[in-house]
Nanobody
Framework: QVQLVESGGGLVQAGGSLRLSCAAS????????MGWFRQAPGKEREFVAA???????YYADSVKGRFTISRDNAKKTVYLQMNSLKPEDTAVYYC?????????????????WGQGTQVTVSS
């Protein structure tokens, strides 16, 4: 079993930065694909970024160039550095882990989820 706990969300002005963390406990996740998703009110959960076990990264077009995903396997932690934040980035951000071998952008491909952390960007 895997437990994921996100932290680092909050309220920030447009143009500001936040760094989200996702701490994992339970089985090791060093060989797993880790992803970040977000869900705004009234919208479906959407892919933000993912990183595989060799450190290859993948981003949604909407965040490319502004967000950076990284992982520290020794600390069992995944990070999402978010720069140049926009009001449209406002959402609950979720960390997720996949047992698959290919990075996907669909939520149902991820078996483990955190409880989410709120990010609010004011204009």
């Amino acid at each position: 079993q895997v437990q994921l706990v996100e932290s680092g969300g909050g309220l920030v002005q447009a143009g500001g930065s936040l760094r989200l963390s996702c701490a994992a406990s339970g089985r090791t996740l060093s060989s797993n694909i880790m992803g970040w998703f977000r869900q705004a009110p009234g919208k479906e959960r959407e892919f933000v970024a993912a990183i595989n076990w060799i450190g290859s990264t993948y981003y949604a077009d909407s965040v490319k160039g502004r967000f950076t995903i990284s992982r520290d396997n020794a600390k069992k932690t995944v990070y999402l550095q978010m720069n140049s934040l926009k009001p449209e980035d406002t959402a609950v951000y979720y960390c997720a882990a996949s047992l698959g071998v290919v990075v996907t952008t669909t939520p149902h491909s991820y078996q483990y989820w955190g409880q989410g952390t709120q990010v609010t960007v004011s204009s």
